[in-house]
């Protein structure tokens, strides 16, 4: 059973920072594309950035020179660094997998993680 768990949230000052991590389990995911999406309250979920299998990044326009996606393909994990922390960056962040290698087949899907909250206080 593939798991996505996150942590790493919490409440910091703006212009502060924060690591956040997803730890996947239950599948190989070297050869996924993993992805950090967030949801403020009354707001539909975004693209955060995400990571392919070759390392390329993606970002959205306003983390953009602040937040610093990286993978650990051996550990199944990646990481969300988040620095210059701003108080619209509040929001619940999920990880995500577009799929994963079970050893024999590779299932394609969307796997979330349950989320962890990030407070920026002004």
């Known amino acids: 059973q593939v798991q996505v768990v996150e942590s790493g949230g919490g409440l910091v000052q703006a212009g502060g920072s924060l690591r956040l991590s997803c730890a996947a389990s239950g599948g190989t995911f070297k050869l996924s594309t993993m992805g950090w999406y967030r949801q403020a309250p009354g707001k539909q979920r975004e693209l955060v950035a995400t990571i392919s299998i070759g390392g390329s990044t993606n970002y959205a326009e306003s983390v953009k020179g602040r937040f610093t996606i990286s993978r650990d393909n051996a550990e199944n994990t990646v990481y969300l660094q988040m620095n210059s922390l701003k108080p619209e960056d509040t929001a619940v962040y999920y990880c995500?997998?577009?799929?994963?290698?079970?050893?024999?087949?590779?299932?394609?899907?969307?796997?979330w993680g349950q989320g962890t909250q990030v407070t920026v206080s002004s």
């Open positions: 995500n997998t577009d799929g994963y290698y079970s050893g024999v087949y590779y299932y394609r899907g969307d796997y």
